[in-house]
Protein backbone atom coordinates (compact mmCIF):
# COMPACT_ATOMS: atom_id res chain seq x y z
CA UNK A 1 0.00 0.00 0.00
CA UNK A 2 1.33 3.46 -1.24
CA UNK A 3 0.65 6.76 1.65
CA UNK A 4 0.44 9.71 -0.42
CA UNK A 5 1.38 13.22 1.22
CA UNK A 6 0.55 16.20 -0.26
CA UNK A 7 1.86 19.81 0.53
CA UNK A 8 2.28 23.26 -0.48
CA UNK A 9 -1.14 24.79 -0.21
CA UNK A 10 -2.03 28.07 0.86
CA UNK A 11 -3.63 31.60 0.17
CA UNK A 12 -2.84 33.36 -3.04
CA UNK A 13 -3.37 36.44 -4.62
CA UNK A 14 -5.12 36.35 -8.31
CA UNK A 15 -2.65 35.76 -11.17
CA UNK A 16 -0.04 33.93 -8.32
CA UNK A 17 2.04 30.97 -8.29
CA UNK A 18 1.80 27.78 -6.02
CA UNK A 19 3.94 24.22 -6.46
CA UNK A 20 1.52 21.60 -4.72
CA UNK A 21 4.12 18.34 -3.89
CA UNK A 22 2.91 14.93 -3.57
CA UNK A 23 5.49 12.56 -1.64
CA UNK A 24 4.97 8.72 -1.66
CA UNK A 25 5.91 6.51 0.66
CA UNK A 26 7.22 3.89 -2.06
CA UNK A 27 8.60 3.80 -4.99
CA UNK A 28 6.11 5.45 -7.81
CA UNK A 29 8.20 4.24 -10.52
CA UNK A 30 6.00 1.19 -11.30
CA UNK A 31 2.77 3.67 -10.68
CA UNK A 32 0.49 3.46 -13.93
CA UNK A 33 -0.38 7.25 -13.39
CA UNK A 34 -0.01 9.88 -10.98
CA UNK A 35 -2.66 12.37 -10.65
CA UNK A 36 -3.98 15.73 -9.27
CA UNK A 37 -7.78 16.17 -8.31
CA UNK A 38 -9.76 18.75 -6.82
CA UNK A 39 -13.00 19.09 -5.20
CA UNK A 40 -14.28 23.20 -5.44
CA UNK A 41 -16.78 23.82 -2.27
CA UNK A 42 -20.01 21.98 -3.27
CA UNK A 43 -18.57 20.27 -5.89
CA UNK A 44 -17.62 16.92 -7.02
CA UNK A 45 -14.34 15.84 -7.12
CA UNK A 46 -12.54 16.36 -10.77
CA UNK A 47 -9.64 15.43 -12.22
CA UNK A 48 -6.92 18.34 -12.98
CA UNK A 49 -3.92 17.14 -13.97
CA UNK A 50 -2.50 13.30 -15.07
CA UNK A 51 1.53 11.66 -16.04
CA UNK A 52 1.74 8.26 -16.65
CA UNK A 53 4.22 6.13 -15.96
CA UNK A 54 6.35 6.81 -20.04
CA UNK A 55 5.77 10.97 -18.76
CA UNK A 56 2.62 11.51 -21.02
CA UNK A 57 0.40 14.08 -19.61
CA UNK A 58 -2.86 15.07 -19.73
CA UNK A 59 -4.68 18.46 -18.09
CA UNK A 60 -7.84 19.31 -17.64
CA UNK A 61 -9.28 21.95 -19.77
CA UNK A 62 -9.65 24.81 -17.23
CA UNK A 63 -6.07 24.37 -16.69
CA UNK A 64 -4.26 23.72 -19.47
CA UNK A 65 -1.35 26.72 -20.27
CA UNK A 66 -1.77 27.58 -16.47
CA UNK A 67 -0.54 23.87 -14.80
CA UNK A 68 2.20 21.63 -14.93
CA UNK A 69 2.35 17.92 -13.86
CA UNK A 70 5.65 16.68 -13.13
CA UNK A 71 7.15 13.30 -11.49
CA UNK A 72 10.28 12.67 -9.67
CA UNK A 73 10.62 9.08 -9.36
CA UNK A 74 14.31 9.01 -7.46
CA UNK A 75 12.55 11.52 -5.02
CA UNK A 76 9.09 8.73 -5.46
CA UNK A 77 7.64 13.03 -5.59
CA UNK A 78 4.90 14.28 -8.18
CA UNK A 79 4.51 18.28 -8.37
CA UNK A 80 1.56 20.60 -9.28
CA UNK A 81 3.02 23.42 -10.32
CA UNK A 82 0.28 26.54 -10.83
CA UNK A 83 0.50 29.79 -12.23
CA UNK A 84 -2.05 32.46 -13.12
CA UNK A 85 -4.15 31.34 -10.54
CA UNK A 86 -7.83 32.42 -10.44
CA UNK A 87 -10.40 32.48 -8.22
CA UNK A 88 -11.92 29.34 -9.35
CA UNK A 89 -8.88 27.25 -8.74
CA UNK A 90 -9.95 27.04 -5.15
CA UNK A 91 -10.57 24.08 -3.64
CA UNK A 92 -8.88 20.85 -1.83
CA UNK A 93 -6.08 18.98 -4.34
CA UNK A 94 -6.00 15.43 -4.03
CA UNK A 95 -2.99 13.49 -5.03
CA UNK A 96 -3.70 10.27 -6.68
CA UNK A 97 -2.01 7.08 -7.62
CA UNK A 98 -3.59 4.05 -9.75
CA UNK A 99 -1.80 0.93 -10.70
CA UNK A 100 -3.27 -1.88 -11.78
CA UNK A 101 -6.85 -0.77 -11.07
CA UNK A 102 -6.11 0.30 -7.21
CA UNK A 103 -6.11 3.81 -6.28
CA UNK A 104 -4.67 5.83 -3.55
CA UNK A 105 -5.62 9.03 -1.94
CA UNK A 106 -3.68 11.72 0.14
CA UNK A 107 -5.12 13.81 2.64
CA UNK A 108 -5.70 16.60 0.57
CA UNK A 109 -4.25 20.40 0.48
CA UNK A 110 -6.28 23.58 0.85
CA UNK A 111 -6.04 26.02 -1.86
CA UNK A 112 -7.69 29.35 -2.00
CA UNK A 113 -7.52 32.27 -4.18
CA UNK A 114 -8.57 35.57 -3.32
CA UNK A 115 -7.39 39.37 -2.90
Known amino acids: QVQLVESGGGLVQPGGSLRLSCAAS????????MDWYRQGPGKQRDLVAS???????NYADPVKGRFTISRDNAKNTVYLQMRYLKPEDTAVYYC?????????WGQGTQVTVSS
Open 51 to 57: VDRHGIT
Open 26 to 33: GSIVSMDF
Open 96 to 104: HAENGGLGY
